[in-house]
Nanobody, 126 residues
């Protein structure tokens, strides 16, 4: 059974940093491209970042590029999202997802991702 579990969320002031983690089990982690998505209250879920199965390729949404860094440790079956210079508009539930492909999809379509975690809440105060 595949399990995807996010952690590391919390409350932080604007300008602060957080690092999210996502651990996946029950799948061959290094055979999956991994992504981070987020959903703010009253808004649709949106793609934030993606990393290829070996970590050689990454992708970011315009809203987080230059502030967030995605990485992975395949030996630990773990995905990370380092979030710096956080803004109140980054407040959302953050989700980790796994896509059975080698490289990031050309779109942020959720349909590309097969397995999802339950999310971890990030709240940025002004």
């Amino acid at each position: 059974q595949v399990q995807v579990v996010e952690s590391g969320g919390g409350l932080v002031q604007a300008g602060g940093s957080l690092r999210l983690s996502c651990t996946a089990s029950g799948l061959t982690f290094d055979a999956y491209t991994m992504g981070w998505f987020r959903q703010a209250p009253g808004k649709e879920r949106e793609g934030v970042s993606c990393i290829s199965w070996r970590g050689s390729s990454t992708r970011y949404s315009d809203s987080v590029a230059g502030r967030f860094t995605i990485s992975r440790d395949n030996a630990k079956n773990t995905l990370y999202l380092q979030m710096n210079n956080l803004k109140p508009e980054d407040t959302a539930m953050y989700f980790c997802a796994a896509a059975q492909r080698g490289f990031c999809p050309g779109s942020w379509s959720e349909n590309e991702y097969r397995y999802w975690g339950q999310g971890t809440q990030v709240t940025v105060s002004s």
